[in-house]
C-alpha cells in the first residue's frame, strides 16, 4: 500500500511510504518477502525444522518464530550472548518468540560469530538433528528473490527508492527490479563500507548509492534527535517508524532534501520495512537511560 506523505517539502519534492509494514500483523516489511520462498524451499526440502540468528530485539527472530508456528516449522533461535538466557521474560522480543513457540540456543558473542562457519553449523546440527538454515537477517538468494516482487509496476512512476539497510537483502531485490531511470538510495543501519561488496553478490545493475552518513553510531544506536524526529513524523503522518532501520532512513531523506540533494520536483518513494515490534524493546533501554521514549499509536 502506497501511502502520500502530508508534510511541506521544498522544491515541489514529494514523498510517498510504500507501506511494506502493514503485510502481515507478525512477519511485516521485507521480513515477509525474504521468508516467502525459503518457506517454499524448506518444505520442497521435507524439512520440518527452521533454524536462524538473531540478536536480543532482532525484527528476523520474531518474524522467523511467527511464520513457523503458522506454517508449521518448528523453529530454533541462535541468540547473540548468552547473558540474555535468564532475561526472556523481560524481553518483548525473545519473549514473543518463544510464545510462539522458538527453542533457543544463546552463544556468545565470540561464538556468534561462527554463525557462517561449516564446522560450527555442523555442532549445531549435532545437536538439533536435521534444520533448513535461515542465516541472520534472512538475506540469500531465495531472500532476494522475495524482494524482487517489492516494487510493483505502478511504482515506476518515482525517480527515487530509499530503504533502509542491514544486511543488504532488501535493497538488492530492490535494486533488480527497479527501473533505468531510477535511482535507489540505501542507508545502513550499521557502520563500515563492507555492505558494498555484499549487495554487489547479488545485483549486476549500478543504479544505486549508499548513504551512509545516518546510522547515529551504528546498529541500534539512537539519540534525542532521531527519538524527536520519529515521534513528530508519527504525530504528522500517523505513520510509525521504527528506530533501527526506517527511523533514520527518512529522517536521512528529509535532511538530504533540505540540503538540496535532490532535483525540483523529485518524486521519492520510502519503503518501510516494518520493525516496529522492535520499539518496545528500544523504549525499556530509552527508559534506563533517562531519555524521551519513542511514542506509539493509542
Known amino acids: 500500500m502506497n501511502q502520500s506523505i502530508a508534510i511541506e517539502l521544498p522544491n515541489g519534492i514529494s514523498l510517498v511510504m510504500k507501506r511494506e509494514d502493514l503485510i502481515h500483523p507478525f512477519v511485516s516489511g521485507n521480513k515477509f518477502r525474504k521468508l516467502k520462498y525459503n518457506l517454499l524451499q524448506a518444505n520442497t526440502e521435507n524439512q520440518s525444522t527452521l533454524l536462524t540468528f538473531g540478536g536480543a530485539y532482532s525484527n528476523h527472530i520474531a518474524a522467523v518464530a511467527?511464520?513457523?508456528?503458522?506454517?508449521?516449522?518448528?523453529?530454533?533461535?541462535i541468540i547473540r550472548g548468552d547473558e540474555l538466557a535468564d532475561k526472556i521474560a523481560s524481553n518483548p522480543t525473545l519473549k514473543f518468540a518463544q510464545e510462539c513457540g522458538m527453542q533457543f540456543e544463546f552463544v556468545s558473542r565470540e561464538d556468534y560469530r561462527l554463525k557462517t562457519d561449516a564446522a560450527f553449523l555442523a555442532q549445531l546440527e549435532n545437536k538439533f538433528g536435521s534444520f533448513y538454515l535461515i542465516p541472520e537477517g534472512g538475506t540469500n538468494a531465495l531472500a532476494?528473490?522475495?524482494?524482487?516482487?517489492?516494487?510493483?509496476?505502478?511504482?515506476?512512476?518515482?525517480?527515487?527508492?530509499?530503504?533502509?539497510i542491514g544486511t543488504g537483502g532488501t535493497i538488492s531485490g530492490i535494486i533488480n527490479s527497479a527501473l533505468p531511470h531510477q535511482k535507489i538510495l540505501g542507508f545502513p543501519a550499521l557502520k563500515g563500507d563492507f555492505l558494498q561488496d555484499e549487495i554487489r553478490n547479488f545485483v549486476q545493475n549500478e543504479n544505486w548509492e549508499l548513504i551512509t552518513d545516518y546510522h547515529f553510531?551504528?546498529?541500534?544506536?539512537?539519540?534525542?534527535?532521531?527519538?524527536?524526529?520519529?515521534?513528530?513524523?508519527?504525530?504528522?503522518?500517523?505513520?510509525?517508524?521504527?528506530?533501527?532501520?526506517?527511523?533514520?532512513?527518512?529522517?536521512?531523506?528529509?535532511?538530504?532534501?533540505?540540503?538540496?540533494?535532490?532535483?525540483?520536483?523529485?518524486?521519492?518513494?520510502?519503503?518501510?520495512?516494518?520493525?516496529?515490534?522492535?520499539?518496545?524493546?528500544?523504549?525499556?533501554?530509552?527508559?534506563?537511560?533517562g531519555v524521551p521514549i519513542l511514542h506509539t499509536h493509542d
Open 217 to 289: 553510531g551504528g546498529y541500534g544506536k539512537v539519540n534525542t534527535d532521531l527519538v524527536d524526529f520519529i515521534n513528530r513524523f508519527l504525530e504528522k503522518t500517523k505513520i510509525p517508524l521504527d528506530p533501527v532501520y526506517t527511523g533514520k532512513m527518512v529522517f536521512g531523506i528529509v535532511d538530504l532534501i533540505e540540503k538540496n540533494y535532490f532535483p525540483e520536483n523529485a518524486t521519492i518513494l520510502l519503503i518501510h520495512t516494518g520493525g516496529i515490534q522492535g520499539i518496545q524493546g528500544m523504549n525499556l533501554k530509552l527508559k534506563n537511560k
Open 144 to 164: 532476494i528473490k522475495g524482494c524482487e516482487e517489492i516494487l510493483t509496476q505502478e511504482d515506476g512512476i518515482f525517480d527515487y527508492v530509499a530503504c533502509a
Open 66 to 77: 511467527y511464520a513457523g508456528k503458522e506454517n508449521g516449522f518448528q523453529t530454533i533461535g
